[in-house]
T-cell receptor
Framework: GAGVSQSPSNKVTEKGKDVELRCDPI?????LYWYRQSLGQGLEFLIY????????KSGLPSDRFSAERTGGSVSTLTIQRTQQEDSAVYLC???????????????FGPGTRLLVL | AQSVTQLDSQVPVFEEAPVELRCNYS??????LFWYVQYPNQGLQLLLK??????LVESINGFEAEFNKSQTSFHLRKPSVHISDTAEYFC?????????????????FGQGTILTVHP
């Protein structure tokens, strides 16, 4: 079946512009996660959604970052007034449900490579 | 708070040699442990995971990892590597659901280890 898809695959933007990154999770997966992979910080958690519960936003680095998940499926990560330090690969992952007793596997998308000039 | 340390940023080895990629974690509660692999130009894939029970877990492609609670380690090993094992390997932890709080499920990753297998 189809895996997690993300778009765009690459995004180049100018400092100060807003960007939107999209994630399509695997059908039927109720949990969705966003991570960021950057040279200086490695892989870091940003936000996750589980069904209709309030999202865990504890990893968002600033209030310029926000995310939503519509209809329990597609998610959009928005970065407002982008800064050069936002340059990174943004990864989306989904799992059947949030880390249950079986440690549900997170399936990752290919990522969106963001470059802020 | 959790943290994961991968002691080697790069590990070069020759084909058919054994390899060990080291991972240590810090957590005040029980954890789930994972190894993910990222092949060149591909996304992250789960290699293996430890949840409970036997401390030795294996993957389908010959890798194994052993959970050592006293040393808070989860080192990844393979007795004989192939060229195709060249990739970046990430160790990760998450809280199990009974740990309490709201942080369970999300992964905390180490910095990654680049394994390069030479012919």
């Amino acid at each position: 079946g189809a895996g997690v898809s993300q778009s765009p695959s690459n995004k180049v933007t100018e400092k100060g512009k807003d960007v939107e990154l999209r994630c399509d999770p695997i059908s039927g997966h109720t949990a969705l996660y966003w991570y960021r992979q950057s040279l200086g910080q490695g892989l870091e958690f940003l936000i996750y959604f589980q069904g209709n519960s309030a999202p865990d936003k504890s990893g968002l680095p600033s209030d310029r970052f926000s995310a939503e998940r519509t209809g329990g499926s597609v998610s959009t990560l928005t970065i407002q007034r982008t800064q050069q330090e936002d340059s990174a690969v943004y990864l989306c992952a989904s799992s059947l449900k949030r880390g249950g007793r079986r440690g549900e596997t997170q399936y990752f998308g290919p990522g969106t490579r963001l470059l802020v000039l | 708070a959790q943290s994961v340390t991968q002691l080697d940023s790069q590990v070069p080895v020759f084909e058919e040699a054994p390899v060990e990629l080291r991972c240590n974690y810090s957590s005040s509660v029980s954890v789930y442990l994972f190894w993910y692999v990222q092949y060149p130009n591909q996304g992250l894939q789960l290699l293996l995971k430890y949840l409970s029970g036997s401390t030795l877990v294996e993957s389908i492609n010959g890798f194994e990892a052993e959970f050592n609670k006293s040393q808070t380690s989860f080192h990844l090993r393979k007795p004989s590597v192939h060229i195709s094992d060249t990739a970046e390997y990430f160790c990760a932890v998450s809280d199990p659901p009974w740990a309490g709080g709201t942080s369970y499920g999300k992964l905390t990753f180490g910095q990654g280890t680049i394994l390069t297998v030479h012919p």
